[in-house]
């Protein structure tokens, strides 16, 4: 029997689906190191055990999902029915066995895998609204997913830093998390600064100016760092101070 071949064809988005995939096999690799007692210890995530932590990339990868069905069909299907359910779904799947949590991550993910490869190449600019109220074309679904699993990868706890992810993706990242910021008028004067790279406010209008590693700054930014204000981070002019919210 002949594979099916993914029907896009465009170079961006058949590399933002390989690396999307590369985020889903380190998300395995990590969970594979968890073992089922580890299940009930708590992540990296305020509040969530490692229960509600793969709960919740199971049911994203469902939900992200029903926007490539919405893309292709034409017909609104949205992330959630609310926040409210939203949340109420992975408390529900953190009681879960380990086994069927396992299932459900691996499943949820070869499941929205397939709805990418399927997806006509004429259907990735299709608009679909994610759970944060944005519209976006459905080819954003890779890079949210790429955030999704790569960042949880590490919440596991198991092992993986924000310093082993790739540099690629640490460097899309935070600028997508200072857009975010912008949209909630957050984070006005601020300026993050790696090497010869910057983000956020211009020079002359920073009021504090964080330097450092790329990972750390992502980890700050992200709420992951050591410290909330960073403690691998060196600060000019106002600060130090824990990083604004981001989803």
Same mark, same amino acid.
């Given at each position: 029997?002949?594979?099916? #071949?993914?029907? =896009?064809?465009?170079?961006?988005?058949? =590399?933002?689906?390989?690396?999307?995939?590369?985020?889903?096999?380190?998300?395995?690799?990590?969970?594979?190191?968890?073992?089922?007692?580890?299940?009930?210890?708590?992540?990296?995530?305020?509040?969530?055990?490692?229960?509600?932590?793969?709960?919740? %990339?199971?049911?994203?990868?469902?939900?992200?999902?029903?926007?490539?069905?919405?893309?292709? $069909?034409?017909?609104?299907? @949205?992330?959630?029915?609310? @926040?409210?359910?939203?949340?109420? &779904?992975?408390?529900?799947?953190? $009681?879960?066995?380990?086994?069927?949590?396992?299932?459900?991550? &691996?499943?949820?993910?070869?499941?929205?895998?397939?709805?990418?490869?399927?997806?006509?190449?004429?259907?990735?600019? =299709? @608009?679909?609204?994610?759970?944060?109220?944005?519209?976006? @074309?459905?080819?954003? $679904?890779?890079?949210?997913? #790429?955030?999704?699993?790569?960042?949880? =990868?590490?919440?596991?706890?198991?092992?993986?830093?924000?310093?082993?992810?790739?540099?690629?993706?640490?460097?899309?990242?935070?600028?997508?998390?200072?857009?975010? /910021?912008?949209?909630?008028?957050?984070?006005?004067?601020?300026?993050?600064?790696?090497?010869?790279?910057?983000?956020?406010?211009?020079?002359?209008?920073?009021?504090?100016? %964080?330097?450092?590693?790329?990972?750390?700054?992502?980890?700050?930014?992200?709420?992951?760092?050591?410290?909330? $204000?960073?403690?691998?981070?060196? /600060?000019?002019?106002?600060?130090?101070?824990?990083?604004?919210?981001?989803?």
């Amino acid at each position: 029997m002949v594979a099916r #071949q993914v029907l =896009a064809t465009d170079p961006a988005v058949l =590399a933002d689906l390989a690396a999307a995939r590369l985020g889903e096999a380190a998300f395995r690799r990590e969970l594979s190191r968890v073992d089922d007692a580890g299940f009930d210890g708590p992540s990296l995530m305020p509040g969530w055990t490692r229960r509600h932590l793969v709960a919740h %990339v199971g049911y994203n990868a469902r939900a992200l999902s029903r926007l490539v069905v919405w893309a292709d $069909t034409g017909v609104e299907t @949205p992330m959630y029915a609310s @926040p409210e359910a939203r949340n109420a &779904e992975i408390d529900l799947g953190s $009681t879960l066995r380990p086994q069927a949590l396992r299932s459900l991550a &691996e499943h949820a993910a070869i499941e929205l895998d397939v709805r990418w490869r399927d997806l006509p190449e004429d259907r990735w600019a =299709a @608009p679909v609204r994610t759970a944060q109220g944005r519209e976006v @074309p459905v080819r954003e $679904t890779l890079w949210l997913r #790429q955030r999704e699993v790569w960042l949880h =990868a590490v919440d596991l706890g198991a092992g993986l830093r924000v310093r082993d992810l790739p540099e690629e993706f640490l460097a899309r990242l935070l600028p997508d998390v200072l857009g975010a /910021w912008s949209r909630r008028g957050e984070g006005a004067g601020l300026r993050l600064v790696s090497g010869q790279r910057s983000w956020g406010a211009d020079a002359a209008a920073a009021s504090s100016v %964080v330097c450092g590693d790329l990972p750390d700054l992502v980890a700050w930014a992200t709420g992951r760092a050591s410290g909330p $204000t960073g403690d691998a981070l060196e /600060w000019v002019g106002e600060g130090p101070r824990a990083a604004p919210r981001w989803l």
